[in-house]
Structure formats: C-alpha cells, structure tokens
C-alpha cells in the first residue's frame, strides 16, 4: 500500500459517455488530496487533507489521471526534423516514411518504440494505442513467427513501463479499388482478411499475452484505401465478437474523400458504416474533413473520434471539426499520431485552439472536456475502462504537473486546470506512477536514459 498526498488534484468525472460534459476548471480540483494506492488500483480517496499523513509521498502540483494517446506509429519518431521543414503534401512525406518502414527488423523496431514509448511516459501518457501495420519482413514475407513485429511493439511497450493496446491492423490494397502494393506495402498486409484474422487471433493466444495486466489488443482498418468494403465488415465482425476496441483511419484527406466517393458513390465514413463498424468500440482517427452526415452517424452509433492536432498541423492536413462532433455528441480523444511532438497537453489545447482558428469563437471546449479528452476518453478508445480516472476501483495511474516552471509559476486552485491545459509543457511532468508503480520521479524515468536510447535507436534506423 502507498499513499499519495496531492497538493492540488483534478477529480473531474469527465464523463466519456458524451463529448462537452467534463468538469469545469474550478469545480473539480481539491486542494489537499490523499490517494490511497492497494497494488495497481485505487483503494480510497480523501479529499480537504490539510497536510500530507504519515509516511504519505508528497506529490507537489496537480495530479491528474495518466493522459491515453490513443493513435500512435512508434517508428515514425525517427522522422522527427527530417521531414517538417519539407515542401510538399502529406503524399509526398508519406514516400519519406515509407523509405523508413522499408529499414526496420524486429530488434531495431523494438529499440525505437521502446525510446519511443518511454518519451511518452515521462511526458505524462500512461497507455498507448499502438497502430500497427508493420507486419513481415522487408520482402513482404511473414517471419517464422508471424507476430513477430507485434511481439517487439509488446516488448518496448513493458520496458518503458506503458499500458499498451496493440491495434492490429488489417492492410490489403494499395489504393480504392485494390490497387497494386508497392514494395514496402507488401510489409503491411496479410494477403487478405482471412490470413489477417488467423494472425492477430494467433497473437492473443500467444504466452506473449495471456495473463498480461498491461496489454490489450484491437483491430484496425488502415483506411478505405487499403481495405475493401467486403473485408471491412469482416474485420468489425471480429472485434465485435470479441468485443475488442476497432480503430480506422478516416478522411484525412480531402483526396481519400474524392477517391472514394468515386469508387462507391459513400464518403469513408459512410462506407464503415455500411459495413457494421461503427458503434461504441469504434474509433474514427483524423475525421479531419466530415460532412454534416458523417458527423451525425458518428453522434447517432456513439462512435468516438480521435483528433491528432500536432501531425493533422504538421501534414497540412486541415483542422478537424471538433465543435460540430461536440455539437452531436461525439466524445473524442487525442494522439500523437507521427510524434511531431509528444506532448499531452499541446494535443488537447489544440483542440480548443484550432476550432478557434477556424470559427473565430473562443470556449468551445472547457478544460475538463479537454482533461477528458486526454484522459477517461482515449482510455475508453482504447478498451480501458478501468481507467483515466482518479476513482476509487480505478487502475493507479498519476501524473504530477508542477507548478514551479516560469510557466506556471502563480497558479492558485481556482485557476490551475486551465493553466496546465493552456499553458503546461511535457516538461512540467514531475512524476509518473502506472499501476502503482512509479515510471517517472523528479522528471526522470526510472528504468530507461531516454536521450541515450532515442540518440541510439534512431541512429541505428537512419546510419
């Protein structure tokens, strides 16, 4: 048993059930707050706890439940600074990281996202939802053990000390209409949905997995460019047999849009739905360029949308319809996507502040929608629902902002939600604890010398 006396704390329900119902700033942090921490759950919560008890772990700041990135491509972090100062479009910086994904094996994947990963946690997500497509080898040819990738993406996930649910993902065709693969995406796909299936279902039965605490798995459409309507029904079936989380990538650009309104006269989202995947497990990533009706069927089924505004910004993607999707009830969520940046607060401001670029409004979004977004939201995205939550019964997983940097120096309780939702940094992230277990102390992660194994991993990647 451990217990945590918190300076300040948010305990905001942000409810994940319906976009726009998070707490407000003022009404849902407590100063003096005492967690009580029985193995990897929450076992009691005090609130109006004057000073810290005896032998109590002083968390100094606000305390928050761990943030979910809920879509994330670990080995894109090896992109970083040599692709944003390009010209160009998001087709031609996906050639660059393509040339990329053509260099990795197992065991330099597996040093990547592990740096990866741990970046993350010492930035403050305490689970990730890993979009995994790289599955064979560099001549497209399954390894003697087909999971092999999946497995190293396991490995580097329980090394960094971060929840993980592998989102498996189904890539066949590509372009609509089951355009030839290049060379590199002949790594990415199965042959057909069948072999798919009987791969991921290999994996979670695998020893890798059963009786994990800390990794889950889902499925994934890559995009209507990449599988055929006939296979996406296949795949929702299979999460929704397993009640698995389903994930897909979703107009996110206006070209996926053209092509395939050409190809079956439904835009993406239409299709999907078509198709029986939308609904509570579903998950719809960018929704960058919706129509009034995507946005409805998404209201309507009570599909989530996760929104990645530091890549969506960075690809000139556009900026995602957030107060239409609040506007019909659709919760969303955050990711890191290609790790531009990783840092959960630069996600979920932009959230609030690119629907102010593009409406001219201010307070679309409060700071506990944001907060819920970060947290209770992505966790429900990605199957964890047990957790983002400062709830007794809840998994333990904290996160300690301080409050002593020069940007947020003078931040009083009335006020600190919305100065660490506004103002905060990966870098004012003093502590991490994920199941009980403490990741990051004193800005430091405990188990892994993050710049060494970045420096190292990405070295490996580009000689």
Not at 428 to 455: C, E, F, K, P, T
């Amino acid at each position: 048993m451990t217990v945590y006396w918190c300076e300040l704390a948010w305990l905001g329900t942000g409810d994940a059930d319906a976009a726009g119902s998070g707490d407000d700033a003022a009404g849902a942090v407590h100063a003096g707050v005492s967690i009580t921490v029985v193995g990897d759950r929450i076992a009691a919560i005090d609130t109006e706890v004057a000073a810290p008890p005896p032998g109590a772990v002083r968390l100094e700041g606000l305390t928050l439940p761990g943030f979910a990135n809920a879509h994330s491509h670990a080995f894109h972090r090896a992109l970083r600074g040599r692709t944003h100062a390009d010209a160009g479009s998001f087709w031609t910086w996906r050639e660059r990281m393509y040339e990329l994904a053509a260099t990795l094996d197992p065991d330099s994947y597996r040093a990547l996202a592990t740096a990866t990963f741990a970046e993350m946690v010492r930035a403050g997500f305490t689970c990730v939802g890993e979009f995994h497509y790289l599955h064979h080898d560099r001549l497209g040819r399954p390894y003697t053990n087909a999971n092999e990738m999946g497995d190293a993406l396991i490995g580097a996930a329980q090394a960094a000390g971060i929840r993980l649910t592998l989102l498996d993902t189904c890539y066949l065709s590509g372009g609509i209409g089951g355009g030839e693969l290049s060379p590199v995406q002949r790594r990415f796909s199965d042959g057909d949905v069948g072999m798919w299936a009987e791969r991921v279902d290999a994996l979670v039965g695998s020893d890798t997995l059963v009786g994990s605490d800390t990794v889950r798995v889902g499925g994934a459409v890559h995009s209507v460019r990449a599988v055929d309507p006939k296979s996406i029904s296949t795949i929702a079936e299979w999460a929704a047999n397993r009640s698995a989380p389903l994930h897909a990538h979703v107009s996110e650009q206006p070209a996926e849009n053209d092509q395939c309104l050409a190809a079956y006269g439904r835009t993406p989202t239409e299709v999907l739905a078509d198709c029986g995947a939308l609904g509570p497990r579903f998950t719809a990533v960018h929704a960058t360029h919706l129509t009034g009706h995507d946005v409805a069927l998404y209201g309507s089924s009570g599909s989530i949308c996760c929104l990645c505004p530091t890549t969506e910004r960075d690809l000139a993607d556009g900026i995602g319809p957030s107060g239409a999707l609040r506007a019909a009830a659709v919760a969303m969520c955050v990711g890191t996507d290609s790790h531009a940046v990783i840092d959960p607060f630069e996600e979920i401001r932009a959230v609030e502040l690119d629907e102010r670029l593009a409406t001219l409004r201010r307070g679309t979004h409060r700071p506990g929608d944001l907060f819920a977004a970060g947290t209770a939201v992505g966790h429900r995205s990605l199957g964890w629902h047990d957790a983002g939550r400062l709830a007794i019964g809840a998994l333990a997983d904290l996160v300690t902002v301080g409050l002593s940097s020069s940007r947020l120096a003078g931040t009083d309780a009335l006020h600190a939600a919305a100065a660490v939702v506004y103002a905060a940094t990966s870098d004012d992230v003093h502590h991490v604890v994920v199941g009980g277990q403490v990741v990051v102390s004193d800005r430091m992660h405990q188990r892994i010398d993050l710049a060494r194994d970045l420096r190292r991993s990405i070295r490996q990647v580009w000689p």
